[in-house]
């Protein structure tokens, strides 16, 4: 695995985390009341970042998708009970992207990402190289995580649920996030001020506009706020 150092343009971002479920009060009812809380705080923080900025391409990452949903199916199979169609079709990892873009009447393109400890990060590189790709087209990063049902076992680092939504392009930037990605680092040299999970490292660096760390089994990350280009 190479080591990996990216800087790219914010605009600006947002956070929810919340012991409720936001209303997202954009969507039509008749939607919203078919989404889950894991979808509710992603399009919750994508409305709230987004704002008016449209066409917008768009990267969701979570690390257990609609987990909830999958296992309300399973148990409904189960136990011999109908499944219904439109559980069946929200349960599947880019269901937010869909809802987004169809209330919005936004075809641009949009990519799904879980990868594990590491889906936060790797959804940062993704939405870099999007943007990358065409700077003058803003790209939408937005990440949801709830912790999985204890049915799996203890799988879970982060118990907190949370989302998510980091605008990358669109103007003047606020200010830029520089990433990097240390391959094959022992993952007992963990340091004193290294976070607990990804997403509280990045809500640090972005809050406090500082340089905040995690370290995982086969690699360090860093990211660090610069009010200029790094």
């Known amino acids: 695995m190479a080591d990996l150092h990216w800087t790219m343009p914010i605009a600006r971002w947002t956070s929810i985390s919340t012991a409720g479920v936001p209303g997202v009060e954009a969507l039509d009812p008749m939607v919203r009341r078919r989404l889950s809380r894991l979808s509710r705080l992603a399009l919750q923080a994508a409305y709230d970042c987004a ?122 930037p606020d200010g830029h996030l520089t990433c990097e990605m240390t391959a094959d680092v022992a993952a007992d040299a963990r340091a004193a001020d290294d976070a607990d999970t990804q997403s509280a490292a990045v809500l640090r660096c972005l809050s406090a506009r500082t340089t905040a760390s995690w370290r995982g089994e086969r690699a360090a990350w860093r990211w660090s706020w610069h009010d200029r280009a790094a």
């Open 51 to 172: 704002r008016s900025e449209n066409p917008l391409r768009m990267v969701f990452a979570s690390r257990h998708g609609e987990l909830a949903r999958t296992t309300g199916i399973l148990a409904d199979i189960g136990a011999a009970e109908p499944v219904s169609p439109t559980a069946f079709s929200l349960s599947v990892l880019n269901a937010v992207t869909g809802v987004f873009g169809i209330a919005r009447r936004d075809r641009s393109a949009a990519t799904a990402i879980a990868a594990g400890h590491e889906t936060l990060g790797y959804a940062l590189l993704e939405a870099y190289s999007q943007y990358e790709t065409s700077p003058a087209s803003p790209v939408l990063l937005v990440y949801a995580h709830e912790p999985a049902d204890g049915v799996y076992g203890d799988v879970d680092d982060d118990a907190q649920s949370v989302g998510l939504a980091i605008l990358v392009g669109a103007g003047e």
